[in-house]
């Protein structure tokens, strides 16, 4: 069982950053593939980005790619994502999610995720 817990989300103008992180209650934080996903008002949850249990690899969506960067920290259990040059429209909450390493990638299901934090774009 793995608790996700996010945090960093918050007002900034547009063009401004955040930096958000997801910390992994548990052990073995290293056997997740882990990912970001965010849900605008009105709007069905979206992919962002993931990254492979060992940080050497990610993949991003078309829509932060360029200016969104995930990473890991496995040592202290926790996940981050810088975002840059944000945008009005990356105004959501934003979750972190989990799976166990498997043979696909990038992962197509997650099994554990967190409560959400809401960033908030102003233009």
């Known amino acids: 069982q793995v608790q996700l817990v996010e945090s960093g989300g918050g007002l900034v103008q547009a063009g401004g950053s955040l930096r958000l992180s997801c910390v992994a209650s548990?052990?073995?934080?290293?056997?997740?593939?882990m990912g970001w996903f965010r849900q605008a008002p009105g709007k069905e949850r979206e992919f962002v980005g993931t990254?492979?249990?060992?940080?050497?690899?990610?993949y991003y969506a078309d829509s932060v790619k360029g200016r969104f960067t995930i990473s890991r920290d496995n040592a202290k259990n926790t996940m981050f994502l810088q975002m840059n040059s944000l945008k009005a429209e990356d105004t959501a909450v934003y979750y972190c999610?989990?799976?166990?390493?498997?043979?696909?990638?990038?992962?197509?299901?997650?099994?554990?995720w967190g409560q959400g934090t809401q960033v908030t774009v102003s233009s």
């Open positions: 548990g052990r073995f934080f290293s056997n997740y593939d």
């Open positions: 999610a989990a799976v166990g390493v498997g043979r696909t990638w990038p992962p197509n299901a997650y099994d554990y």
């Open positions: 990254i492979r249990w060992s940080g050497g690899i990610t």
